[in-house]
């Protein structure tokens, strides 16, 4: 009994220092004679049992603390990433509040240039429509003659026009057909033509009017050009775009390139190209062109029918006074009749 109690003390005295190391508890046994029986030995087995307990209780402290500090930093992030996001709430916030500001100055900014815009093109039409108005009437009290450097005192004539003008000898000798076009006489644009086409041997003659077509047609859109728009003419230019229209004439697909001028000292008739035309327009057998100038009350007037049956064509072209080219264009009407009847 007195041994039990002994032990039982020491078991007591053993939980309380669970931190005392067996060979403490061992040597404090040898010092006061106690020595091992059964039940001190049940009593170290209990106290291994015990001290492994307790290490395990520390260790789960130890990773109960270590949960702990990741719980608590798991929320530190979640936190945070809420702080971030309600960040990235206000930043989308204020950069649509800016898209939307930016957006609405945008659309202003172009009505308000379209607004201008608009003004602008007003303005320059009707500062064009002045400025063509006024060169049309200096002009026309000018009356100038077509020249390649400057414009020349007197009246303007169609054989100045397209015979005796530098401009227009120029676009002459550099052409398909090179000649210094001021040796063919001719006091009017018939005896010119007739002395041109008689006088051009070896040539063939469709070639040469089709040529001669293209080249008085780009002398006169060079000279209202120059005339009207101040624009500098250019006789490069000029033989290069007859150049390209004559080219184009002789791709038209024709059947028939035959034909021949009668000796009529008016050209009042002419034999031209047969063009093959569509299954409606083979329904027309005459076809007219009209054409009209006009400067100061003077006004030259022509009209051409076409028989599109046998290919023969007919010219009539009047001089007339006119006060108007309104009245000009409308004389035009009495060439038509004739033309019918001839």
């Known amino acids: 009994m007195v041994e039990r109690s002994r032990a039982q003390a020491i078991l007591q005295l053993l939980e309380l220092a669970q931190n005392i190391s067996l060979l403490e508890i061992m040597g404090n046994f040898l010092k006061y004679g106690l020595y091992p029986s059964k039940e001190i030995q049940e009593s170290e087995k209990q106290i291994e049992d015990m001290s492994s307990t307790t290490k395990l209780i520390v260790d789960l402290e130890h990773e109960s603390k270590r949960v702990q500090d990741l719980t608590d930093e798991r929320e530190g992030l979640r936190t945070l990433l809420q ?123 469709n070639e040469l009017l089709a040529f001669i077509g293209c080249l008085f047609s780009e002398i006169w859109q060079q000279r209202n050009a120059h005339c009207i728009d101040n624009v500098p003419v250019n006789p490069s230019f000029a033989m290069a775009r007859v150049e390209k229209a004559n080219l184009e004439l002789q791709n038209l697909p024709i059947r028939n390139r035959g034909g021949a001028i009668e000796n009529d000292p008016v050209i009042d008739c002419l034999e031209a190209p047969v063009i093959p035309l569509r299954p409606r327009e083979e329904k027309v057998r005459h076809v007219f062109f009209t054409d009209a100038s006009w400067v100061l009350g003077e006004a030259g007037i022509a009209t051409i029918r076409v028989d599109t049956s046998t290919g023969r064509w007919f010219v009539k072209s009047q001089k007339i006074r006119s006060q108007f080219a309104l009245e000009a264009e409308f004389r035009l009407f009495s060439l038509l009749c004739p033309g019918l009847s001839s």
């Open 83 to 205: 702080n971030q996001k309600s960040k990235v709430k206000e930043l989308t916030e204020v950069i649509q509040q800016k898209e939307e500001a930016s957006l609405k100055e945008k659309t202003a900014l172009e009505e308000t240039l379209d607004t201008e815009r608009e003004e602008h093109q007003k303005e320059g039409y009707r500062r064009f429509c002045n400025t063509q108005r006024l060169s049309l009437r200096a002009n026309a009290k000018k009356t100038p003659r077509f020249s390649s450097n400057a414009l020349a005192i007197g009246k303007e004539s169609a054989i100045h026009l397209f015979r005796n003008c530098s401009f227009s000898k120029a676009l002459w000798f550099g052409g398909r057909f090179p000649m210094r076009i001021e040796d063919i006489p001719g006091d009017n644009m018939i005896l010119f033509m007739e002395n041109l086409i008689s006088n051009s041997l070896g040539v063939n003659k």
